[in-house]
């Protein structure tokens, strides 16, 4: 089973940064993909980022801009820098990793527990 570790969520305000960590228990070059998904308090649980095999990165419309997903492969770590950020990004992030294609488009195959990310002036 790999352990997947979410950190750095916190308080931030309106315009402010934060980066979040996910450090995962195997080497992450073994998964398809690296993504951080957000659950806002309504429930609603969104996609925003994901980072592929070859490099390559997606952000959501509602990230784009201001959020940057990066990997270092070393560390076994995905990052969540996060910049203007808004009210409305306030969720608890999620870390999540798929190992084929396949699963990527299903819910991926590990989870983290989720760092709480609270916007407040």
């Known amino acids: 089973q790999v352990q997947v570790v979410e950190s750095g969520g916190g308080l931030v305000q309106p315009g402010g940064s934060l980066r979040l960590s996910c450090v995962a228990s195997?080497?992450?070059?073994?998964?398809?993909?690296v993504r951080w998904y957000r659950q806002t308090p309504a429930g609603h649980r969104e996609l925003i980022a994901s980072?592929?095999?070859?490099?390559?990165?997606w952000h959501s419309d509602s990230v784009k801009g201001r959020f940057t997903i990066s990997r270092d492969n070393v560390k076994n770590t995905v990052y969540l820098q996060m910049n203007s950020v808004k009210p409305e990004d306030a969720a608890v992030y999620y870390c999540?990793?798929?190992?084929?294609?396949?699963?990527?488009?299903?819910?991926?195959?590990?989870w983290g527990q989720g760092t709480q990310v609270t916007v407040s002036s």
């Open positions: 195997e080497n992450i070059t073994s998964f398809f993909a």
């Open positions: 980072a592929n095999e070859g490099d390559l990165t």
């Open positions: 999540n990793l798929a190992r084929t294609i396949h699963t990527a488009l299903k819910n991926g195959d590990y």
